[in-house]
């Protein structure tokens, strides 16, 4: 009876042993679901339950049992002290930490991180999963919103503040407009643009206007910091002799999302932004450049190059005629892409420019006399920001980085057995690259951090006849 009684107690003591180990573990040991070491904006309404708000941390994965968590409110008698707000929760995280956080991190503002490249339809995106306001209203303000004169092109463009905004990271206060939040961005896109800036940029007969134009280009052309001054050299080049720049990224923005395999069909969809059709530059940005890219076309290569292709690695490789062109997109890709045999469909997607090149004066005022005189007014005004955030002290959470995305690789249009498409291209853009034609509608401050650099899709050019 004894020895029952006492094998009845060691498995008491080692129950409650678990129970407790149990407990422990999901008070002080960090939710191991999380998959990355970003953070994640949970908003806290007026009259939630403690069981309310243990459903929606395990719908975001922030705790492993709501059981638990409900347990833990209760043992630290914090059930009812839970407070309203926006809150930056870690995705690994211990219940204590979380607790913590919920009774006193509340925020003021957000911590946002805008990669480059990104377009304003990216930028939406990205501030309605931070639960700062919905995308559909940003992208409506978007439309009408020109904080600086100099961001009006002189033909309709959907968004006039695409490539202004300023690729960062940002603390947004909680309950932003959309207003104030393109203000703060557009804001920082100004304070690159100092008078220095400003004179380099009339001093290339370059509207501001055309300088992040072409900066947006090569922004979405290039995937290695190395490659961006030649890029913007070689577009140079073209736009001053009159050739098309036969630009992929262009013509993603056309369609709304980076495609795998461009077609000749969509090099001649009809539209001022699809660079295949249209000679010059695109009526406005196709996304916002950072600064490595606007320092590119500031400090661009003075070079003979007219075509480049990027190989599986994001390399790009440049030539001075197409039949060097072709001969590196063959080396690269081998009978995946264009060879002598099938050169005839490459040249559907435009002619042979090197004759034009040799038999045309260059025109190195890339902007119309209108418009540089234009920007004139605007080229000894300092940089005004005045906008600075402030945040209830929390637990510091890391700036959330978008996942890396394979680079893409582009070559010379080429023609398969039933197929109509260039090999290879582009592979996919970051997420949701909004379908911007232009439209008849004329579309009449923070302290930030440099945003940590991303990979992301590198749109280029195909071969045939292009830069690429």
Request: charged share 20%; proline share 8%.
């Amino acid at each position: 009876m004894r020895k029952a009684l006492r094998y009845i107690l060691i498995l008491i003591i080692v129950g409650v042993l678990i129970i407790a180990g149990g407990l422990g573990a999901i008070y002080l040991v960090p939710n191991t679901f999380a998959q990355d070491d970003g953070s994640q904006v949970l908003v806290i309404e007026k009259g939630q339950t403690g069981s309310e708000i243990a459903d929606m941390l395990y719908e975001r994965g922030l705790i492993r049992s709501t059981q638990g968590f409900k347990l833990w409110l209760y043992l630290s008698g914090t059930n009812d002290k839970l407070q309203t707000g926006h809150y930056q929760i870690p995705n690994k995280v211990t219940v204590r930490e979380l607790i913590s956080l919920l009774q006193e991190g509340h925020v003021e503002s957000i911590r946002v991180t805008i990669p480059e490249g990104y377009t304003v339809g990216d930028i939406a995106i990205v501030l309605e999963k931070n639960q700062i306001m919905k995308a559909k209203d940003f992208l409506a303000e978007a439309k009408t919103f020109v904080p600086y004169p100099y961001m009006k092109g002189t033909r309709p463009a959907t968004y006039p503040v695409e490539g202004f905004l300023f690729p960062s990271t940002y603390e947004i206060p909680v309950g932003a407009t959309p207003r104030e939040v393109i203000q703060m961005m557009a804001d920082e896109m100004n304070r690159y643009l100092t008078p220095a800036v400003k004179k380099q940029i009339q001093a290339q007969h370059m509207s501001i206007h055309d300088f992040v134009t072409l900066a947006s280009i090569v922004e979405r052309e290039s995937l290695f910091d190395a490659d961006r001054p030649t890029i913007a050299g070689v577009f140079k080049k073209r736009l001053a002799h009159g050739i098309p720049l036969q630009s992929d990224a262009t013509i993603s923005y056309v369609l709304g999302y980076a495609k795998e395999d461009v077609t000749i069909g969509d090099t001649q969809l009809q539209s001022p932004y699809n660079t295949y059709v249209s000679k010059g530059l695109p009526p406005g940005p196709i996304a916002n450049p950072g600064k490595k890219a606007l320092d590119a076309v500031l400090h661009s290569e003075d070079t003979d190059y007219l075509y480049f292709v990027a190989d599986k690695d994001g390399h790009n490789h440049f030539s001075k005629t197409y039949e060097e062109h072709l001969a590196a997109v063959h080396k690269i890709y081998g009978n995946d892409t264009a060879t002598s045999s099938n050169t005839g469909a490459a040249v559907q997607a435009g002619p042979n420019y090197d004759v034009a090149v040799a038999t045309t004066e260059p025109n190195y005022n890339y902007s119309s006399e209108e418009a540089v005189e234009a920007d004139s007014q605007y080229v000894d005004v300092e940089p005004t920001y005045k906008y600075t955030p402030t945040t209830v002290p929390a637990a510091e959470i890391p700036a959330p980085t978008p996942a890396p995305q394979a680079p893409a690789q582009s070559a010379p249009a080429t023609q398969s057995s039933g197929s109509n498409s260039y090999v290879p291209t582009t592979t996919p853009a970051p997420e949701s690259m909004q379908n911007v034609v232009p439209s008849t509608q004329q579309a009449p401050r923070i302290e930030v951090k440099p945003a940590e650099s991303v990979d992301r899709s590198t749109l280029v050019i195909p071969g045939s006849n292009s830069t690429k």
